[in-house]
T-cell receptor
Framework: DAKTTQPPSMDCAEGRAANLPCNHS???????VYWYRQIHSQGPQYIIH???NNETNEMASLIITEDRKSSTLILPHATLRDTAVYYC??????????????FGKGTKLSVIP | EPEVTQTPSHQVTQMGQEVILRCVPI?????FYWYRQILGQKVEFLVS????????KSEIFDDQFSVERPDGSNFTLKIRSTKLEDSAMYFC?????????????FGEGSRLTVL
């Protein structure tokens, strides 16, 4: 699986959009970008995933650059409950052989009142 | 909303003792996983389980570890003879169809403290 690089920490004002970047310059053509988050010491929570098109769900939007070497997770209106560590993970296609997710250190997002 | 439940939430044990951590995955899910997180470190994959057998395991998952689905609802992780370095938060997860949808559902974790 391709390696990802994320800033160790970011701050965001409550109510503003939080934009979390991720670099994955070695991503291969069939690898997907997944985002999870971990609030305090709870179990990780799935947010969104995508291949090359931008994706949106009720939690967030995922913007993937055209060359697929980087992506941005957008939380449109951050709340205090969005304070968490956010993990960007690159792995093979859904359903492909490996079942494991490889978590890095992620980005610690602090939402400030 | 359906959720993965884990028991106990916290277990303290003496080194060398056997520990069983229990998980009830989401009912229609077919794939089950254990991950662990040592305090302050990354979340690490241990094992995945499908169709009553291990489908993948990491180097961490050595002979001291075993998994079982004894009764069609519970999914357990057993550590035969605990070591100090087994102290960690253990997360159970389940998914409907491998990683086809990209979504694993994690439980709240079981904190294991080995003294």
């Amino acid at each position: 699986d391709a390696k990802t690089t994320q800033p160790p920490s970011m701050d965001c004002a409550e109510g503003r959009a939080a934009n979390l970047p991720c670099n994955h310059s070695t991503i291969s053509g069939n690898e997907y970008v997944y985002w999870y988050r971990q609030i305090h010491s709870q179990g990780p929570q799935y947010i969104i995933h995508g291949l090359k098109n931008n994706e949106t769900n009720e939690m967030a939007s995922l913007i993937i650059t055209e060359d697929r070497k980087s992506s941005t997770l957008i939380l449109p209106h951050a709340t205090l409950r969005d304070t968490a560590v956010y993990y960007c993970i690159v792995r093979g296609p859904p359903g492909a052989g490996s079942y494991q997710l490889t978590f890095g250190k992620g980005t610690k997002l602090s939402v400030i009142p | 909303e359906p959720e993965v439940t884990q028991t106990p939430s916290h277990q303290v044990t003496q080194m060398g003792q056997e520990v069983i951590l229990r998980c009830v995955p989401i009912s229609n899910h077919l794939y089950f996983y254990w991950y662990r997180q040592i305090l302050g470190q990354k979340v690490e994959f241990l094992v995945s389980f499908y169709n009553n057998e291990i489908s993948e395991k990491s180097e961490i998952f050595d002979d001291q570890f075993s998994v079982e689905r004894p009764d069609g609802s519970n999914f357990t992780l057993k550590i035969r003879s605990t070591k100090l370095e087994d102290s960690a938060m253990y997360f159970c997860a389940s998914s409907e169809a491998g990683l086809r949808t990209g979504e694993l559902f994690f439980g709240e974790g079981s904190r294991l403290t080995v003294l």
